[in-house]
């Protein structure tokens, strides 16, 4: 079977229709460049900085490698050689894949510790390595035994993967005794990761004591000051405050900061046990803000796991490079995704069964997540204004590209839904090989049967919630706001951005109200998402638009000024030069 070689490719050395070294034809380049995408779809890896490098197993003789974060283009280089040869390190075709080391006891029913770490982050798109520290005989009536690892081997095992695989960040589950907990305190010490997430387990969901009150002490001495977050449910949080009865919002607050004053640098108070509430509410704390994470209750009976399954996630988030807060909300969305796909699972006849990691959980976990600097410069196209200057939806979005647009929406409005999907398809192409995200305006089921990376939705499209519940956690969603309630709520629903104006007057969206650059600021100024500007913006006034300064601005979205011209390429690269100039 031939080998098939890619390396990676720095946009400047090529171009869509370049001819590349051992293909004939731009055909056979992008046949190829498919398949690699594909390939690159099969396997979990990460879109980030590049790392140290380890192997990534592949179908026989078929290598790949993805990072659209540095390299926009993939570079495949087809070989006459039938013999597979071993990666090394110095290979070009190998890539580092974010991995989550997790420190947990084994679950034989497979919901909970070891195999729910590992099906979580599999399900996120990350490579996980295990440190087993008991071995419990459990499933869904119960805990019927637990063997504690000893000490040593559980100190061997971290040594093994520690010096070796050197993973992105380490979660922790069951910790037995205080001597594993040392034992990881000290071999944290010896080999540093970027992230250590502690689920601080203490009782299992049937009742089961996992980790016995004597090990309180290590966890808030040693390993809590280490930890970036620490996730209680409200039993532990109130166990490691010396048995505070935790009732309220209000008392999970104080629990979040009382935990934080231990010594991590964020806390998250699971409050799924709370009594008095309907939603399920969670309370994030960084050290300066609280933040609530509130969700509609799933009425199932499969809830083993959610635990360990949220740190996993948090973790595996983390190591794709993402920040605590959107790696808490990611998580978040999986974990309710993965409850709402669990609700009628039928597995084994006692109270509790497991939570649904993988079955039926269909989501494109392997792209980049959304990055605010993506919206830097948002083209947005009007179907009015290409049929005007004779050029189809494709091209437009193929010239934007070129000219350095960062994400595309595609507003088109008058077209059929049956176009709307050929063209949507047809642009995710080109988007997918520059890297570029592709977002949907108003229409989800466009975006849906398109697989585009997202939507844009205003104030009497589909409110975000619903939208996020049908396009899962990995999709982009955008909304339209003109005030800071508006922005909040855009949080509260799961939204990635906001996009804020008419900030000028414009003639593409009609009976548009006008916010002016004061409107602009204090939505800007008030969202706790990232903010693109639009409405009547332009080479003329994009300066005076990124002057304010205002650090939520992440760009500006434009129609009329790329699209209602005669030449979108260089209209797009004249006002990224000077947006450029006006960020400087
Ligand atoms: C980035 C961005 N911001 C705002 C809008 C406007 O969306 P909406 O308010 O739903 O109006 P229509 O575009 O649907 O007319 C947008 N499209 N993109
Ligand atoms: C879609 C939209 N939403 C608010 S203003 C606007 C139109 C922006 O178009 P232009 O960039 O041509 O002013
Ligand atoms: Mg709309």
Redesign the pocket.
């Known amino acids: 079977m031939p080998k098939i070689k890619i390396r990676k490719m720095k946009s400047h050395e090529i171009r869509p229709n370049t001819r590349t070294r051992g293909l004939s034809t731009s055909k056979s380049f992008f046949r190829l460049s498919r398949m690699a995408y594909f390939c690159t779809q099969v396997l979990s890896t990460s879109f980030f900085t590049p790392k140290p490098q380890i192997p990534v197993l592949l179908n026989p003789g078929v290598a790949c490698i993805k990072s659209f974060h540095q390299y926009r283009f993939l570079h495949i280089k087809a070989m006459q050689d039938d013999k597979v040869s071993t990666p090394t390190p110095s290979d070009e075709c190998m890539v580092r894949v974010p991995h989550v080391l997790t420190v947990a006891g084994s679950d034989s029913g497979a919901g909970a510790g070891i195999q729910a770490d590992l099906k979580a982050c599999a399900a996120r798109g990350v490579y996980c390595s295990t440190v087993i520290t008991a071995v419990t005989a459990q499933n869904t009536v119960g805990v019927q035994g637990v063997n504690i690892v000893p000490e040593d081997f559980v100190a061997e095992q971290l040594r093994s993967v520690l010096s070796d695989m050197h993973p992105d960040v380490v979660k922790t589950g069951m910790l037995p005794s205080i001597g594993i907990v040392k034992t990881l305190c000290q071999s944290l010490k010896e080999f540093p990761v970027q992230a250590l997430v502690v689920d601080p387990v203490m009782v299992s969901t049937s009742g089961h004591t996992l980790a016995g009150p004597s090990i309180l002490d290590s966890f808030r001495e040693e390993l809590l000051p280490m930890a970036d977050i620490v996730t209680p449910n409200l039993k532990e949080a109130s166990a490691l405050l010396g048995g505070v009865p935790l009732e309220t919002i209000a008392d999970m607050r104080y629990a979040a900061k009382a935990i934080h004053d231990i010594g991590p640098r964020n806390v998250l108070v699971k409050g799924g046990d709370l009594p008095a509430s309907v939603d399920a509410v969670d309370v994030f704390y960084d050290g300066k803000d609280f933040y609530e994470f509130r969700s509609s209750r799933i009425m199932t009976p499969n809830t083993h796991g959610t635990g360990c399954t949220l740190a996993s996630s948090v973790a595996a988030e983390l190591a794709k490079g993402s920040q605590m807060l959107s790696a808490v909300k990611v998580a978040k969305h999986y974990i309710e995704a993965a409850l709402s796909y669990s609700k009628n699972i039928a597995i084994g006849g006692g109270r509790q069964g497991p939570v649904d990691h993988l079955l039926k959980l269909k989501s494109n976990v392997q792209r980049r997540s959304f990055d605010p600097c993506d919206l830097f410069l ?1 083209a ?1 196209t009007d179907s009015r204004m290409n049929k005007r200057w004779g050029r189809s939806i494709v091209d437009a979005v193929k010239a934007a590209i070129e000219g350095g647009a960062t994400i595309i ?1 595609l ?1 088109e409005k008058e077209v059929e839904t049956s176009d709307f999907l050929e063209a949507a398809k047809a642009c995710l192409k080109i988007c997918r090989v520059h890297g570029v995200p592709l977002l949907i ?2 229409r989800i089921d466009v975006a849906l049967a398109s697989d585009a990376d997202g939507v ?4 009497s ?1 589909m409110p975000a919630h619903v939208a996020r519940a049908l396009l899962g956690p990995d999709k982009i969603i ?1 909304v ?1 706001c003109k005030t800071p309630e508006h922005a909040l709520q855009a949080w509260i629903d799961g939204a990635d951005y906001i ?1 804020s ?1 008419g900030v000028y007057p414009t003639n593409t ?1 009609e009976n548009n109200k006008t916010i002016g650059l004061d409107g602009l600021k204090t939505v800007c100024l008030s969202s706790k998402l990232p903010v ?1 500007a ?1 409405g009547g913006i332009g080479i003329s006034n994009v300066q005076a638009v990124m002057g304010l300064g205002v650090p939520n601005l992440k760009g500006v ?1 434009v129609v009329s000024a790329l699209f209602d011209r005669e030449c979108v390429l260089t209209e797009t690269r004249k006002l990224l030069e000077v947006l450029k100039e006006s960020t400087k």
């Not at 844009?456 to 104030?459: A, D, F, M, T, Y």
Request: aromatic share 6%; glycine share 22%; proline share 0%.
């Open positions: 948002y947005v929406q507003r305006n108003d844009h939705i205003g104030q499209d955008g339209s996009g104006g969206k693109v639009i979205a």
